[in-house]
Nanobody, 118 residues
């Protein structure tokens, strides 16, 4: 059973930066597809970025060039560095782990709130 705990959310002004961290136990970050999703009120949960077994990463178009996902195998964490944040609806960012894109076994953290305010 993979257990995920997110941290690093908070309040930030437009143009600012935040780093989200997801601490993983029960599985290795470089042995899973690790992802960050976000969910704003009234909107479906959406994929922000993922990284495949610590290698290739993918980003949704709206965050390309501003967000960066990475893994640290020594601390078994997944990081999401967010720069030039835009004023958007507050969202809860969730860490996700799965063995493959077709598996039904998805693991989720409890989420961390990110609010960009002006």
């Amino acid at each position: 059973q993979v257990h995920l705990v997110e941290s690093g959310g908070g309040l930030v002004q437009p143009g600012g930066s935040l780093r989200l961290s997801c601490t993983v136990s029960g599985g290795a970050v470089d042995d899973h597809i690790m992802a960050w999703y976000r969910e704003a009120p009234g909107k479906p949960r959406e994929l922000v970025a993922d990284i495949i077994n610590g290698g290739h990463s993918n980003y949704r178009d709206s965050v390309k060039g501003r967000f960066s996902i990475s893994t640290d195998i020594y601390t078994n964490t997944v990081l999401l560095d967010m720069k030039r944040l835009k004023h958007e609806k507050p969202a809860v960012y969730y860490c996700n782990a799965k063995k493959s894109y077709i598996t039904a076994n998805n693991y989720w953290g409890q989420g961390t709130q990110v609010t960009v305010y002006s």
